[in-house]
Antibody, heavy 121, light 107 residues
Framework: EVQLVESGGGLVQPGRSLRLSCATS????????IHWVRQNPGKGLEWVAG????????EYGDSVKGRFTISRDSANNTLHLQMNNLRVEDTAFYYC??????????????WGPGTRVTVSS | AIQMTQSPSSLSASVGDTVTISCRAS??????LGWYQQRPGRTPNLLIYAASYLEEGVPSRFSGSGSGTDFTLTISGLQSEDSATYYC?????????FGPGTRVDIK
């Protein structure tokens, strides 16, 4: 059974940093692209960042480019999202999402339960 | 970025009804569109990819159609567990963009 479990969310002040992690199991982690998608409570969905199977292709949404860094640790089947210079508008649930393919296809076939990030002074 | 719109924004239907949800892209995206279901308090779930391919394990009452800029999700024989918000997602052009969602309520 494919499982993705996020951690690292919490309350943080604007301008500070936070690091999210996603522990995965039930599939061969190194064979698939993987992403972060976020959802402001009560609002819609926004793709944040994605990384392909071999780290060669990494993409970011315009709203986080230059502030967030996605990385993967294939030895531990874990995905990370380093979030720097956080803004109030970054407040959201952050989902770790598996891609259907090895290269980035943006077809998201498995989602984690999410971790909540609140940016507030 | 490609803008995605959905209509209607919400609807109410009875069990057994056939429901259609529309999604429109601001530019031609070929068939690179997916549909996702999000039940209240739950995470999104992939229903359809490449406009018309049913994801494994998804009931056959769900179907997708369309290409270019206009797409449709059809639920044939609505069930109570289909009460959810449905999102389309274009994966043709960076960045991938979601539609605003269509909420489906059961009468």
């Amino acid at each position: 059974e494919v499982q993705l479990v996020e951690s690292g969310g919490g309350l943080v002040q604007p301008g500070r940093s936070l690091r999210l992690s996603c522990a995965t199991s039930g599939f061969t982690f190194r064979d698939y692209a993987i992403h972060w998608v976020r959802q402001n409570p009560g609002k819609g969905l926004e793709w944040v960042a994605g990384i392909n199977w071999n780290d060669v292709r990494i993409e970011y949404g315009d709203s986080v480019k230059g502030r967030f860094t996605i990385s993967r640790d294939s030895a531990n089947n874990t995905l990370h999202l380093q979030m720097n210079n956080l803004r109030v508008e970054d407040t959201a649930f952050y989902y770790c999402v598996k891609d259907k393919g090895a290269t980035i296809s943006h077809v998201f076939d498995y989602w984690g339960p999410g971790t909540r990030v609140t940016v507030s002074s | 970025a490609i803008q995605m719109t959905q209509s209607p924004s919400s609807l109410s239907a009875s069990v057994g009804d056939t429901v259609t949800i529309s999604c429109r892209a601001s530019h031609d995206i070929g068939n690179e569109l997916g549909w996702y279901q999000q039940r209240p308090g739950r995470t999104p779930n992939l229903l359809i990819y490449a406009a018309s391919y049913l994801e494994e394990g998804v009931p056959s009452r769900f179907s997708g159609s369309g290409s270019g800029t206009d797409f449709t999700l059809t639920i044939s024989g609505l069930q109570s567990e289909d009460s959810a918000t449905y999102y389309c997602l274009q994966d043709s052009t960076y960045p991938p963009t979601f539609g605003p969602g269509t909420r489906v309520d059961i009468k």
